[in-house]
T-cell receptor
């Protein structure tokens, strides 16, 4: 089993749609959680951190459920510019916070 | 401007010819990492460093070496490159605690 698993995708959605990405992690000692966005052949860029209380940034909402070891990202009112790969990232665990594990990513295509 | 700088951005070389990919950050970050990204496998950590002269193996360290003689620099060394090391490589840095990483622009290596 992979340490961080994401929906394989790709997701093809029309503009204006709401899209949900899901991610699960296997190490219950994991400490921090993030969503990154990666455009084709470019470097990953931080989209948002994920907190247990849930957090929102404009059209984006992230949730963390530690009991279920589950992370989600919701994008409302999708834009063409949201087309990218979304990476779930988990930091920490038994190695003392040094190990960063990336999910394989879920590709999103938003179409007009 | 805060940034992580990798060089070269692109390199085509031949099997067995030693090469070094440089990485430098200007944010005084303690932690630095190297990743490779391959289709279907996502980002995998090669090596990481917690501070000067402190490095450790990630998930796929075979065939690679690193050094951290100065806080700002973290070069990746391929002593005898082989075709299976053809990949997209990213350097990243972060400050202490459970903070997100900042990535360089990436280096695309082709080993013939």
């Amino acid at each position: 089993r992979k340490e961080v698993e994401q929906d394989p995708g790709p997701f093809n959605v029309p503009e204006g749609a709401t899209v949900a990405f899901n991610c699960t992690y296997s190490n219950s000692a994991s400490q921090s959680f993030f969503w990154y966005r990666q455009d084709c052949r470019k470097e990953p860029k931080l989209l948002m951190s994920v907190y247990s209380s849930g957090n929102e940034d404009g059209r984006f909402t992230a949730q963390l459920n530690r009991a279920s070891q589950y992370i989600s990202l919701l994008i409302r009112d999708s834009k063409l510019s949201d087309s990218a790969t979304y990476l779930c990232v988990v930091l920490g665990g038994n190695t003392g916070g040094f190990k960063t594990i990336f999910g394989a990513g879920t590709r999103l295509f938003v179409k007009a | 401007e805060a940034q992580v700088t990798q060089n070269p951005r692109y390199l085509i070389t031949v099997t067995g010819k030693k090469l070094t990919v440089t990485c430098s950050q200007n944010m005084n970050h303690e932690y630095m990492s190297w990743y490779r990204q391959d289709p279907g496998l996502g980002l995998r950590q090669i090596y990481y460093s917690m501070n000067v002269e402190v490095t450790d193996k990630g998930d796929v360290p075979e065939g690679y070496k690193v050094s951290r003689k100065e806080k700002r620099n973290f070069p990746l060394i391929l002593e005898s490159p082989s075709p299976n090391q053809t990949s997209l490589y990213f350097c990243a840095s972060r400050t202490g605690g459970n903070q997100p990483q900042h990535f360089g622009d990436g280096t695309r290596l082709s080993i013939l």
